[in-house]
């Protein structure tokens, strides 16, 4: 069954430092997502893209906060300088354009600031 | 905005008895109604979802209400196993929006043999 990837599983970093979380949506998908849980918490929507650009965004997604498709394959989250309560599981998931709407998800990448 | 509201936060079943998940919305323009089940250490996974124009759903031992006028919808699984033990989350969107998926808080359920 196809899937959402996710690198990388875990990652540390300090605090101040960029970091880079690479997702490679399932194929033939055109809508991507970034959600984020902190530990123990609610799944929190952060960003939606289509036609390679911002379609929606929430309030957590501020301008430390950016969205990239580089190629086509991968879509990016990057945090510019990054915070300790930027300590979460990422989540990137896709959807189809087509009928029915099932978001998938990927395994998410554990981001720790130290 | 969307607010999802989801009880109980745990649960605690013997196996083979029934587990009831409830959920209730606030935005009356939501209209799919996903649940996802998510392992330790992994993503979402989704198990079965409904939508507006339907009023139950059930997918083997798992089924989905949907009380639109009450804004409610609830997750039923009959005949627990260990292996159902997970946290589950309710979401809501308005699919003619970006699927922006509002959640739930989660329900950590426990199956215990």
């Known amino acids: 069954e196809p899937e959402v990837t996710q690198t990388p599983s875990h990652q540390v970093t300090q605090m101040g430092q960029e970091v880079i979380l690479r997702c490679v949506p399932i194929s033939n998908h055109l809508y991507f997502y970034w959600y984020r849980q902190i530990l123990g918490q609610k799944v929190e929507f952060l960003v939606s893209?289509?036609?390679?650009?911002?379609?929606?965004k929430s309030e957590i997604f501020d301008d430390q906060f950016s969205v990239e498709r580089p190629d086509g394959s991968n879509f990016t989250l990057k945090i510019r300088s990054t915070k300790l309560e930027d300590s979460a599981m990422y989540f990137c998931?896709?959807?189809?354009?087509?009928?029915?709407?099932?978001?998938?998800f990927g395994e998410g990448s554990w981001l720790t600031v130290v | 905005g969307e607010n999802v509201e989801q009880h109980p936060s745990t649960l605690s079943v013997q196996e083979g008895d029934s587990a009831v998940i409830k959920c209730t919305y606030s935005d009356s323009a939501s209209n799919y109604f996903p649940w996802y089940k998510q392992e330790l250490g992994k993503g979402p996974q989704l198990i079965i979802d409904?939508?507006?124009?339907?009023g139950e759903k059930k997918d083997q031992r798992i089924a989905v209400t949907l009380n639109k006028t009450a804004k409610h919808f609830s997750l039923h699984i009959t005949e627990t196993q260990p292996e159902d033990s997970a946290v589950y989350f309710c979401?809501?969107?308005?699919?003619?929006?970006?699927?922006?998926?509002?959640f739930g808080g989660g329900t950590r359920v426990l199956v215990k043999p």
């Open positions: 998931a896709s959807r189809t354009t087509g009928g029915g709407n099932t978001i998938y």
């Open positions: 979401a809501a969107t308005r699919e003619a929006a970006g699927n922006k998926l509002t």
């Open positions: 409904i939508r507006s124009n339907v």
């Open positions: 893209f289509y036609n390679n650009e911002i379609s929606e």
